[in-house]
């Protein structure tokens, strides 16, 4: 079974720095896909970033971008330029396609990130 | 409204109360998902529909009964519930259950049971 661990439960970061959010995964698939999502504190989830497995280059979308490492199953997402609407509850995700039945997301536990002025 | 909704925001109930968690999505999305959000533990996916069919039940207990009458609306309906299902349940929704494509969120709803 894939699993997904999040070592850091909090993290501080001071606005207009840059923090880097570390997740490890565990899987046997060679293709999959991997997300990073954010909960905010009015808790509408939302999804930042995602990865292909396939793919070789690290996705970034404006001031995030991954670092996605196949071989050691990391896959961290950096926040440059922090700013205060950035503090939340970011999640790291999982899912392997499959043929058929669902694509199941496996969460890890969540980092809680707050953005301080 | 748009995106995904749910309701109530909050609920506090007894152990003997029977209430229902509802959800809606605007999206035209054919399949819609409940997840269970415990604190220091990862989302846990309790039921998914797609065309409106369930095809997945978590191994969740029946207390938990969901009931998703078309494609927009799912619900959650609340038996006999345990202090230990106090949580924040979130409802999703997607384009497709049976590809890859991303799940939209709903605010949730934070249970209490007492």
């Known amino acids: 079974a894939q699993t997904v661990t999040q070592s850091q439960p909090e993290m501080s970061v001071q606005e207009a720095e840059t923090v880097t959010l570390s997740c490890t995964y565990d899987?046997?698939?060679?293709?999959?896909?991997l997300f990073w999502y954010k909960q905010p504190p009015s808790r509408q989830m939302i999804l930042v970033i995602r990865?292909?497995?396939?793919?070789?280059q690290n996705a970034t979308e404006n001031r995030f971008s991954v670092n996605f490492q196949k071989a050691a199953k990391s896959f961290s997402l950096k926040i440059s330029d922090s700013q205060l609407g950035d503090t939340a509850m970011y999640f790291c995700a999982f899912m392997k396609p499959k043929s058929g039945g669902f694509q199941k997301l496996v969460f890890g536990t969540g980092t809680r990130l707050l953005v301080s002025p | 409204e748009t995106g995904v909704t749910q309701t109530p925001r909050h609920l506090v109930m007894g152990m003997t109360n029977k209430k229902s968690l509802k959800c809606e999505q605007h999206l035209g999305h054919n399949a819609m998902y409940w997840y269970k959000q415990s604190a220091k533990k990862p989302l846990e996916l309790m039921f998914v529909?797609?065309?409106?069919?369930?095809?997945e039940n978590n191994s969740v207990p029946s207390r938990f009964s969901p009931e998703c009458p078309n494609s927009s609306h799912l619900f959650l309906h609340l038996h006999t519930l345990q202090p230990e299902d106090s949580a924040l349940y979130l409802c999703a929704s997607s384009q497709d259950a049976a590809r890859y494509n991303e799940q939209f969120f709903g605010p949730g709803t934070r249970l209490t049971v007492l």
């Open positions: 990865q292909e497995a396939y793919k070789q």
């Open positions: 899987t046997s698939e060679n293709n999959y896909y």
């Open positions: 529909y797609s065309l409106e069919e369930r095809v």
